[in-house]
């Protein structure tokens, strides 16, 4: 039995989006158990509306406090002891939960999970991974999407491990692909970060397909998509940007007048297809990888279908034993996922003190 953590008062709607995805992620799951954290008088009025509060697969854990969206990091870690945040990580630290997942602020997610949960062996930061669409009509996982802006090239080694592991683990993938961001697909591309990168993962036994431009997150040409916080997060919001000017242009454009709106009678199943193939909501729930523990970020205004593909995600990499199968990859990697500040064997099997997360 498989038992998730929810923080039901975390993002932009709190329990008007996560208890109804809640229940319907149960009547496809029933051998899952979800423990609903917040407020406890508020979860329970909730579920009474959706005649679901003596529901056989949920118990409730009160948390009597709430992150607030715009709370830095280092205030909601050092005053809100109590947080709903607090006490999913805390059930995930104890056992008592296989993951946790919350649409709450990001900082403070990832400030509070690396506090309680620590950082596995050989991992030296926290990786923010998620899937965006492709043309293959699955996904490539992309990391860092926003957790560490400057990294060594070790660092996204170790990203490339996890990220590796995530998807062997969650779809099946025996040797994912592993692509490292460049700016061409040259070895002789890129700064001296991104080249020592490329050198480390050649080295390896990953699956690594070479260096990867832009377009090729989208054509799925790899699996993985490895790069630094500061990349990947620009990537990803001019994705989003992109994903929705193009759907407010194609409305837009159908309402000109008689004829567009009669041609989109015509289109709409064609469209319906679309809207289907590139919904970002089907991807929702970014994996914050490296943790002793499994820790699913949802989108801050992500509605109930949304939340839904979060708590899947978090079911997935469960029932994937990720855990396992990061610590498992890792420790074949040692020497090579050693930051340092040369790629040299001897400097690269030394330890050293890893720089501090730097959370956006």
């Known amino acids: 039995m498989v038992r998730i953590a929810i923080d039901c008062m975390g993002g932009d709607h709190g329990l008007s989006v996560t208890i109804p995805a809640c229940l319907r992620f149960l009547k496809q799951h029933p051998d899952v158990q979800l423990v609903l954290v917040g407020k406890q008088a508020e979860i329970e009025a909730a579920l009474a509306k959706k005649k679901a509060l003596e529901h056989p697969q949920i118990t409730i854990r009160h948390a009597s406090e709430v992150v607030e969206m715009d709370e830095p990091p280092a205030q909601a870690l050092r005053n809100k002891k109590d947080s709903s945040i607090r006490v999913c990580a805390n059930l995930v630290k104890d056992g008592l939960a296989s993951a946790f997942v919350s649409a709450g602020n990001t900082g403070a997610l990832m400030a509070i999970s690396r506090f309680v949960l620590k950082t596995l062996d050989s991992i030296d930061r926290p990786a923010i991974a998620s899937a965006l669409p492709n043309m293959k009509g699955k996904g490539t996982l992309m990391l860092d999407l926003g957790a560490n802006v400057d ?65 090729d997150i989208y054509k799925g040409t790899t699996d993985v998509v490895v790069c630094d916080g500061f990349v990947g997060n620009v990537a990803l919001k001019t994705s989003e940007g992109l994903a929705q000017m193009l759907g407010d242009i194609i409305k837009t454009e159908f309402k000109r007048g008689l004829w567009p709106k009669v041609a989109a009678v015509f289109a709409a199943p064609v469209l319906l297809r679309f809207k289907k193939r ?27 279908y949304a939340f839904f593909y979060a708590i899947k995600r978090a079911y997935d990499a469960a029932n994937g034993n990720l855990l396992d199968s990061i610590r498992l990859t890792m420790s074949h990697y040692v020497p090579l996922a050693a930051p340092a500040s040369n790629s040299t064997p001897e400097a690269a099997a030394a330890p050293v003190e890893a720089k501090p997360d730097q959370v956006i």
């Open 151 to 215: 990294c060594e090239p070790a660092h996204l080694f170790q990203f490339a491990v996890m990220g590796s592991a995530f998807v062997k683990g969650t779809e099946g993938i025996e040797k994912p692909t592993v692509g490292l961001l460049n700016i061409g697909e040259e070895v002789i591309k890129g700064n001296d970060v991104v080249k020592k990168a490329s050198e480390l993962l050649r080295a390896s036994e990953l699956n690594f397909y070479g260096n990867v431009e832009g377009n």
């Open 278 to 304: 590139v919904d970002h909501r089907r991807y929702n729930g970014a994996a914050l990888l490296g943790l002793k523990g499994i820790v699913i970020k949802s989108h801050g205004s992500a509605d109930a």
